[in-house]
């Protein structure tokens, strides 16, 4: 058990947000790539998540917002080297978004670098490419085969002409099959290299296409841009938060190790985009994560092929076809309904049977029975181990998402309760401690949930201290959350019940309790990270 001192540990004072960055960080980078300090904040319905997003170091912006952005870059890329805004798209992506390499690699051998997008030069040797031309003569369609007279026929570029309709049909089965295809698109004929650009698709294409198109255009600004290490998209994330059209611009770079919150309610991890799993390492999150999807499959083995003995409780592995069990401790029973052996004797057998020569054998080889006992015995005590950390793991993520459940029925206004006791519609600041009591349950639970992923990867040998000591602050942890969500949950509903109007005494008391709670819980949790997440240097391993 840990020493008075080894609770301390958690108690020693720590910034409030962990991070030293300037609180005027946004002002200063107004100018970089996915920063919207304003627009982060338009709506009401934002301002609570653009705040906590101010605190922890990042920003949120829309999906408009990362087009606007990405329109200024095209601008001025299309008016540097003179080509239209969809080839500047095109140049761009090719270098990852990086107007330094296009501009180095443009000025050195703009040759080349048509040749590797699809660029090609003006007919005339001089002026500005076009992004598509019409037929100048009547001409045959090369998929439809139908006629068109000058004018209604299309080429991008190069001498290969195709009508609307067929353009509209490549565009949208190329829009269907992903960014992958459609942004790296080129004329219908197969040998032709000419590139498909922006400026077509808007042209021809169908409404759905076209937006599907801008979208993929905005995605790969942001995740192909981020590949850059010159980039300054490289500190902007989408949120992969299920339809989700938000994004997140990290104004401390790589030090954003705080879980992001984003305004649609998902958490998730900065560095490496997956679910938010502070204290654990992005390391530990990921074989985590692999070793519950591939032990999902052994656990069902287990199940199946393991059993406890129905006297000492001992693990019994079948190992062979016979239904005889018979363990160390010298019981025999049935492994089919594990009844005592003696009741299937002749006709009272009523499970399935096996051979009669396996039933009359009669003994067995003790020492290799133990050696295979032994083994089993480990197997079964790393699968307890593991079944252990999972099961607390999986509780916390479930309480957790009943209370964010909770919480968007208080944001959505689904206070309705509270506001019929006391015959009016509350004000945010009698509802405001509710909700930031449900905001840090949810992300004590998050914590908590992933500190057992942590724990189970110290080594049960070399590190039995620390684990002991990582054991105790999570007693203690769950403990003080327990009485928080206690508080948020029960404490709650029984203030509402009855007719009668809502005791202010009772609810000013109930509040200073909740905000209490809160507070201390906020307090301990922050403390809690910092000690996981120091590896608990001041324990003795």
């Known amino acids: 058990m840990a020493s008075n001192d080894d609770e301390n540990y958690l108690l020693d004072d720590v910034s409030e947000d962990g991070y030293d960055f300037e609180e005027n960080a946004c002002d200063d980078d107004d ?53 239209p805004p969809g080839f500047a798209a095109v140049l761009l992506r090719h270098f990852q978004w990086d107007a330094e390499r296009l501009q180095d690699g443009w000025f050195s051998d703009n040759r080349r670098v048509r040749d590797a ?51 509209r049909g490549y565009l949208r089965a190329a829009v269907e099959k992903g960014p992958a295809r459609c942004l790296s698109l080129r004329c219908p004929d197969p040998p032709c290299q000419a590139a498909v650009v922006r400026e077509l698709v808007d042209e021809v294409a169908d409404d759905e296409a076209k937006e599907r198109y801008a979208t993929f255009v905005a995605r790969s600004f942001v995740e192909e841009g981020s590949s850059s290490s010159k980039n300054n998209n490289r500190l902007v994330r989408w949120c992969p938060g299920p339809g989700c059209a938000y994004v997140v611009r990290s104004l401390v770079g790589s030090r954003l190790r705080e879980a992001v919150v984003c305004a649609c309610g998902h958490a998730f991890c900065f560095a490496c985009g997956e679910e938010a799993h502070r204290p654990a390492t992005c390391e530990t999150a990921r074989a985590w994560c692999a070793k519950n999807s591939a032990d999902a499959e052994s656990l069902r083995w287990v199940v199946d092929h393991t ?32 009844g005592d052996w003696a009741t299937h004797a002749g006709g009272n057998y009523n499970c399935h049977r096996y051979e009669k020569a396996v039933a009359e054998e009669g003994f067995v080889d003790e020492d290799a029975f133990s050696r295979r006992q032994q083994q089993a015995d480990q197997a079964s005590s790393a699968v307890a181990r593991y079944v252990h950390y999972y099961e607390r793991w999986t509780a916390n993520g479930a309480s957790g998402k009943k209370a964010r459940e909770d919480l968007d029925g208080l944001e959505a206004g689904g206070i309705e309760a509270f506001a019929a006791a006391m015959g009016r519609p509350p004000t945010e600041e009698e509802t405001g401690f509710l909700k930031a009591a449900y905001a840090q349950i949810v992300e004590s639970r998050r914590v908590l949930r992933w500190t057992y992923a942590y724990v189970y990867y110290l080594d049960p040998e070399r590190e039995a201290a620390k684990r002991e000591f990582c054991e105790f602050i999570q007693g203690e942890a769950e403990s003080s959350l327990e009485r928080l969500h206690h508080c948020a949950e029960q404490e709650w509903k029984d203030l509402l019940i009855g007719d009668a109007a809502v005791d202010y005494r009772a609810y000013d008391k109930y509040r200073t309790k909740l905000a209490g709670l ?20 001041e324990v003795q391993v």
């Open 31 to 83: 100018d970089a790539v996915g920063v919207d300090c304003e627009g982060a904040e338009k709506a009401g319905e934002e301002t609570e998540a653009a705040r906590l997003a101010r605190k922890r170091g990042y920003v949120l912006e829309k999906e408009d917002d990362v087009r606007r952005r990405q329109a200024d870059a095209l601008a001025k890329t299309s008016e540097l080297l003179s080509v």
């Open 117 to 167: 997008v699809g660029l090609l030069p003006p007919a005339s040797g001089g002026g500005v490419p076009v992004a598509f031309k019409f037929n100048d003569r009547r001409r045959v369609c090369g998929i439809c085969f139908e006629s068109f007279r000058r004018g209604r026929m299309r080429s991008v570029g190069c001498a290969h002409y195709y009508c609307d309709a067929c353009w």
């Open 307 to 338: 059993k406890h003995c129905p006297r000492c409780r001992g693990a019994i592995q079948k190992n062979r076809g016979c239904n005889h069990m018979r363990c160390l401790c010298g019981h025999q029973f049935c492994w089919i309904c594990l």
């Open 518 to 537: 809160t507070a201390v819980t906020r307090n301990y949790f922050d403390k809690l990270v910092t000690g996981f997440e120091s590896g608990m240097t």
